[in-house]
């Protein structure tokens, strides 16, 4: 698909003088210079500054991702093909997630956006320790069940809070460096998110969660989704508005 979609990209083809001025010689460097100058400049303003320290902390919260990992597969068994059903299962999710947003939350303001789904995903991600210490089995569920329908209901609930931070660090770009600093706040944003990950790691090592061991695995879920609450207070870091606040103005004017 990918392949058949780039067939009908317009591109312009350089001489070969007009390619080697684009990537050889001092205007080359003095370009980048300024580049990296306009881009610090527009990062550290308060209006894209605050927002990003905020995607970044939102971003940094602990997981016991891989801690769960190794629970399902060492410990309930599940195989390959499962977990392939269980990945389809949540693209599937991730689109729908990509849908609520688009219709139902694009016009509601991006901090409660924020507190909604941050509490709400809190919550639902309490029930991964119901899978651990087996209960959903007492009400009949069986664990592949159990893991496929929490998957989907996160996923859905966990795209749908993600959106606004694509819809955010398209807003904060200044025309002329789109692409540059939304490439750069999605970087910020992936290093809160292995930020994340490092420090769910230290967190499993305190607990003694091994790819034996799991009888702390059930707090260790607590302490990591009551983490991601953490970053609430600092709602006021964001920009009071909503999604679609552009194309209301645009059509206002």
Request: charged letters at 10%.
């Amino acid at each position: 698909m990918t392949s058949a979609v780039a067939v009908l990209v317009n591109e312009h083809r350089l001489t070969p003088g007009e390619h080697a001025m684009s990537v050889s010689g001092s205007g080359f460097i003095e370009s980048s210079i300024q580049h990296i100058k306009q881009l610090w400049t527009s990062v550290k303003q308060p209006n894209i500054f605050l927002p990003t320290l905020f995607i970044f902390l939102w971003q940094a919260t602990p997981h016991s991702e891989s801690a769960m990992f190794f629970f399902i597969t060492n410990k309930l068994g599940f195989t390959p093909g499962f977990l392939g059903r269980v990945k389809l299962v949540t693209s599937i999710a991730s689109l729908l997630g990509v849908g609520i947003y688009n219709y139902f939350l694009k016009a509601v303001h991006l901090r409660k956006i924020f507190l909604v789904t941050t509490i709400i995903g809190s919550a639902l991600g309490m029930t991964q320790v119901l899978l651990v210490t087996g209960l959903n089995r007492q009400f009949g569920v069986s664990d592949e069940w159990f893991s496929i329908g929490d998957s989907l209901i996160i996923t859905v609930l966990g795209q749908a809070a993600f959106m606004p931070v694509l819809v955010l660090a398209a807003k904060l770009c200044p025309p002329g460096m789109e692409a540059t600093l939304f490439a750069t706040l999605m970087s910020i944003s992936n290093a809160g998110s292995v930020t994340g990950g490092l420090v769910g790691a230290g967190l499993t090592k305190i607990f003694g969660v091994t790819r034996e061991s799991f009888g702390n695995l059930p707090l260790l879920i607590i302490v990591c989704n009551l983490s991601s609450l953490l970053p609430l207070p600092l709602l006021g870091l964001l920009p009071d508005e909503t999604g679609d606040s552009d194309n209301e103005e645009t059509k206002h004017s």
